[in-house]
Nanobody, 124 residues
């Protein structure tokens, strides 16, 4: 069964850090772009960061540049999202997904194999 499982969410104070993990089972990340997305309460799902399957290049949404970092461990078939200097507006359910072709964050609908999500809550 093809599955993505996110973990690592939690409650943290503003300015704190969290590292999210996304582990794949049933397939390998090797040939897929890997993306992190989030959905805050009452808002649409938005792209946070993704990594290209071609060259490993990382892309970030403007609001997280300089604070978040995406990385991967191919041996563990796991992708991470290191989140630093967290702000209350980062509060959301965070999801990972995969996609072939162009690693475009702006079109979440084109990504697939969504995980169940992990809740991140940043208190002020």
């Amino acid at each position: 069964e093809v599955q993505l499982v996110e973990s690592g969410g939690g409650l943290v104070q503003a300015g704190g850090s969290l590292t999210l993990s996304c582990t794949a089972s049933g397939f390998s990340f090797d040939n897929y772009n890997i993306g992190w997305f989030r959905r805050a309460y009452g808002r649409q799902r938005e792209g946070v960061s993704c990594m290209s399957s071609v060259d490993g290049k990382a892309y970030y949404a403007d609001g997280v540049k300089g604070r978040f970092a995406i990385s991967s461990d191919n041996a563990k078939n796991t992708v991470y999202l290191q989140m630093n200097s967290l702000k209350p507006e980062d509060t959301a359910v965070y999801y990972c997904a995969v996609k072939k072709g162009e690693p475009v964050l702006a079109t979440p609908a084109r990504w697939y194999n969504w995980g169940q999500g992990t809740q991140v809550t940043v208190s002020s």
